[in-house]
């Protein structure tokens, strides 16, 4: 079964750092692309990041320069190192496969909250 | 950017009646357009791809319609199953992917 489990999600400071986490089974992250997508509470989807198969990462502008998508092709994950977060980070983030241009495989979520 | 703007935020109709759910995009993006389902306390769900082609498993009563910059979603007659937010996504020039900012089906 193809799947997507995040983790990694919690209560951060203003300023501070987390790493996100996006285990996939089911395929190989390498041949893949691999994608962050955010929800803020109540909001609608927003796109983070993106890591193509021969590596390239893109990012949205919100998140250029504190952000960074990589994978570990031996583990089968993503991550998703976030620094100098903001109260706008706060959100459940959503790692996504891209298949044909479409986000075909969702994971579960994990939930990001920034607050002193 | 590719901005995508839906309407309406909310539409409420009861069981059985038809949901028309629009979308626009702010250039065109030929037919690369998808539409995503997400009801409460869940991930998104790929519904419609390529403006009006249904993902695996999805029922013959949702259909997509138009291209360049105008799209339309319609289920055919709502199911109590059907009531979530759909969003629109353009795959047509990215990054960015872009979605639009969500229609929530309630019911009536």
């Known amino acids: 079964e193809v799947q997507l489990v995040e983790s990694g999600g919690g209560l951060i400071q203003p300023g501070g750092s987390l790493r996100l986490s996006c285990a996939a089974s089911g395929f190989t992250v390498s041949y893949s692309f691999l994608t962050w997508v955010r929800q803020a509470p109540g909001k609608g989807l927003e796109w983070v990041a993106v890591?193509?198969?021969?590596?390239?990462?893109r990012y949205a502008d919100s998140v250029k320069g504190r952000f960074t998508i990589s994978r570990d092709d031996s583990k089968n994950t993503v991550y998703l190192q976030m620094n100098s977060l903001r109260g706008e980070d706060a959100a459940v983030y959503y790692c996504?496969?891209?298949?044909?241009?479409?986000?075909?495989?969702w994971g579960q979520g994990t939930t990001v909250n920034v607050s002193s | 950017e590719i901005v995508m703007t839906q309407s309406p935020a909310t539409l409420s109709d009861s069981p059985g009646e038809r949901a028309t759910l629009s979308c626009r995009a702010s250039e065109s993006v030929g037919r690369n357009l998808a539409w995503y389902q997400q009801k409460p306390g869940q991930s998104p769900r790929l519904l419609i791809y390529y403006a009006s082609t249904r993902a695996t498993g999805v029922p013959a009563r949702f259909s997509g319609s138009g291209s360049g910059t105008e799209f339309t979603l319609t289920i055919s007659s709502l199911q109590s199953e059907d009531f979530a937010v759909y969003y629109c996504?353009?795959?047509?020039?990215?990054?960015?992917?872009?979605f639009g900012g969500g229609t929530k089906v309630e019911i009536k």
């Open positions: 996504a496969r891209i298949q044909y241009q479409l986000l075909d495989v």
């Open positions: 890591i193509y198969a021969d590596g390239t990462e």
């Open positions: 996504q353009q795959y047509n020039n990215w990054p960015p992917l872009t």
